[in-house]
Nanobody, 125 residues
Framework: QVQLVESGGALVQPGGSLRLSCVASEFNLETYAIGWFRQAPGKEREGIACISASDNKTYYKYNVKDRFTISRDNANNTVYLQMNSLKPEDTGVYYC??????????????????WGRGTPVTVSS
């Protein structure tokens, strides 16, 4: 069965960094785009980053661009989200999800098929 498993979430102080991992199984990661999403308490889930399969092109929402970096390591079936300069508003449950080939430019969750169960991130003093 297709699986995506997130890990790396933690409690971190503002200005700190975390590296989230998304481990894929039972599908060929090389042919799928992977998105990262987050859901803050009381808010809707939002797409924040995506990496394509065709050329590893990356896409970011403006509020995380230059702070977050998405990357993939196909040999290890893993996609990463490096998060730097974390802010309290980055708090939420972070999910990864897949879709075929291409990232939607707006990183909308409706276009992604299989989802992980999430890893919580809390940014607080």
């Amino acid at each position: 069965q297709v699986q995506l498993v997130e890990s790396g979430g933690a409690l971190v102080q503002p200005g700190g960094s975390l590296r989230l991992s998304c481990v894929a199984s039972e599908f060929n990661l090389e042919t799928y785009a992977i998105g990262w999403f987050r859901q803050a308490p009381g808010k809707e889930r939002e797409g924040i980053a995506c990496i394509s399969a065709s050329d590893n092109k990356t896409y970011y929402k403006y509020n995380v661009k230059d702070r977050f970096t998405i990357s993939r390591d196909n040999a290890n079936n893993t996609v990463y989200l490096q998060m730097n300069s974390l802010k309290p508003e980055d708090t939420g449950v972070y999910y990864c999800a897949n879709r075929s080939k291409w990232c939607p430019m707006n990183i909308a969750g409706i276009w992604f098929r299989f989802w992980g169960r999430g890893t919580p991130v809390t940014v607080s003093s």
